[in-house]
């Protein structure tokens, strides 16, 4: 099982030109790369994420978790990361998992085949599906203001993509207390998410007692990924959307 897709980097230079003090500037610079994910359960393609290579063991297990297709990652019989067919001619990334609890074709969920890497809940047919898996979060954790104020701050200082490329996303998981845990950069806000969770899930660390810091924006579908792992305070650089606010109302009620 491979943890991540060796044969791809994160980060590429590119020819760069751009107009300061009257005249053009041409010099090499970092962007963050965007490849294609393919994640096919059980000989089935069921979605196709747009995102930074690295880390796709965590990523799928996250993704998998968040989708509500398992509940523990021991339900992944096997997971094989390797070389795809690709998307508009580059190099593309296959997961082949295998989900014993899915073996019959008509009990897989309906997905459409393609997730942008802005958008986690794109393939979804009907809202009926976004909840799948979801219940109210519940725990007695407390957090300190004192704590959590210096978060955001603490986060910039974990982002080496982004650093070299200003092109990606980060998610980050705290301790209560704040110490730091686990951070992973990717182009998608969700997938940066699911990383973090699913690296979680793979190292059996517990969520009811930590909290999760985001580079964006909340919007409905981080929300709902941080719900589904019972995840009890989400933090983040931009404002929320309505949305996000009223789903955060109602799981945490």
């Avoid at 297709?69 to 067919?85: H, M, N, R, V, Y």
């Avoid at 009907?126 to 704590?147: A, C, K, M, P």
């Avoid at 909290?211 to 019972?230: D, F």
């Amino acid at each position: 099982m491979s943890e991540k897709a060796n044969f791809l980097k994160a980060s590429r230079q590119v020819r760069h030109e751009n107009f300061r003090e009257g005249k053009v500037n041409q010099q090499l610079r970092y962007l963050a790369e965007e490849t294609a994910l393919e994640i096919i359960i059980n000989g089935i393609s069921y979605s196709l994420l747009m995102q930074t290579p690295g880390w796709e063991r965590e990523l799928v297990t996250g993704f998998l978790y968040t989708e509500g297709l398992i509940d523990f990652p021991s339900q992944i019989a096997s997971l094989t990361i390797q070389k795809g067919e690709g998307f508009l001619g580059l190099t593309g990334v296959e997961a082949r998992a295998s989900l014993p609890d899915f073996e019959n074709r008509e009990v897989l969920p309906e997905r459409l085949a393609l997730s942008l890497s802005s958008c986690g809940l794109c393939g979804k047919e009907s809202l009926d599906q976004v909840g799948r898996g979801i219940d109210r979060v519940r725990s007695r954790q407390h957090f300190l203001w004192e704590t959590v104020a210096g978060l955001l701050t603490d986060l910039r200082q974990r982002q080496p993509l982004y650093e070299q490329t200003q092109g990606v996303h980060a998610a980050a998981m705290y301790e209560a207390d704040g110490s730091f845990y686990s951070c992973f950069e990717d182009v998608g806000r969700h997938n940066a998410l699911d990383k973090v969770i699913g690296h979680c899930l793979l190292n059996d660390v517990p969520f009811g007692d930590k909290l999760v810091v985001l580079s964006g924006r909340a919007s409905l579908e981080m929300i709902l990924k941080t719900a589904r792992a019972g995840i009890p305070l989400f933090l983040c650089f931009s404002n929320p959307t309505t949305l996000a606010i009223d789903l955060h109302a109602y799981a945490a009620a």
